[in-house]
């Protein structure tokens, strides 16, 4: 069993950062799977980064070049440095992890104001 519980949201200005942190719970393995999505009101969930592997990311367009996924294997705990946020980045953000099965976190609030 895998527990996820993501801190770091909040509300800031546009053209501000954020640190998001995903810290896990139980067995990781860490060449699985492992990252963010997001949700907006209205919008499906979108996937924003991640780990596909131990070390290889990967990022939604409309954040490359602002957004950073990182980790700290003995923590268990990922990271999402967001930079030069827009109000668009406004959502709810959200924690997975694959291992055997699909795990979520509980979803931190982002909310970027003009």
């Known amino acids: 069993q895998v527990r996820l519980v993501e801190s770091g949201g909040g509300l800031v200005q546009a053209g501000g950062s954020l640190r998001l942190s995903c810290a896990a719970s139980?067995?990781?393995?860490?060449?699985?799977?492992m990252g963010w999505y997001r949700q907006a009101p209205g919008k499906q969930r979108e996937l924003v980064a991640t780990f596909t592997n131990s070390t290889s990311t990967t990022y939604v367009n409309s954040v490359k070049g602002r957004f950073t996924i990182s980790r700290d294997n003995a923590e268990n705990t990922i990271y999402l440095q967001m930079n030069s946020l827009k109000p668009e980045d406004t959502a709810v953000y959200y924690c997975y992890a694959v291992q055997r099965s699909i795990y979520w976190g509980q979803g931190t609030q982002v909310t970027v104001s003009s």
């Open positions: 139980g067995s990781i393995f860490t060449p699985n799977p």
